[in-house]
């Protein structure tokens, strides 16, 4: 069982900044695609990005491509979302996945997932 903690939401004012991460409590970590999610409640989960186990390949969302940086630190098990220039359709609970395949990350599908911190832009 892995577990997934996320940190780093609030509340900020569009066109501010801020930095999600996600803590996995194994060692696993390294071995495993990582991606963020986010949902608006009443909406489908929508893909946002994600990354290789080793950190080489990355993919994201048009939405938020140019904004949004993923990376991670497999040192210490942490997975990160560094978000620019927010506006307020970036609003949203944010929640970081584990997966064992990466063809299917775009999917939806995965093996693990937080419990989710919630970011909210403001005009």
Not at 3 to 32: D, Y
Not at 36 to 59: L, Y
Not at 100 to 112: E, K, L, S, V
Request: aromatic residues 10%; neutral net charge.
């Amino acid at each position: 069982q892995v577990q997934l903690v996320e940190l780093g939401g609030g509340l900020v004012q569009a066109g501010g900044s801020l930095r999600l991460s996600c803590t996995a409590s194994t060692r696993t970590f390294s071995n495993s695609h990582m991606s963020w999610f986010r949902q608006v409640p009443g909406e489908d989960r929508q893909f946002v990005a994600a990354i290789s186990a080793a950190g080489v390949a990355t993919e994201y969302a048009d939405s938020v491509k140019g904004r949004f940086t993923i990376s991670r630190d497999n040192t210490k098990n942490t997975l990160y979302l560094q978000m620019d220039s927010l506006k307020q359709e970036d609003t949203a609970v944010y929640y970081c996945a584990a997966h064992r395949r990466w063809a299917t990350i775009q999917n939806g599908d995965y093996d693990y997932r937080g419990q989710g911190t919630q970011v909210t832009v403001s005009p």
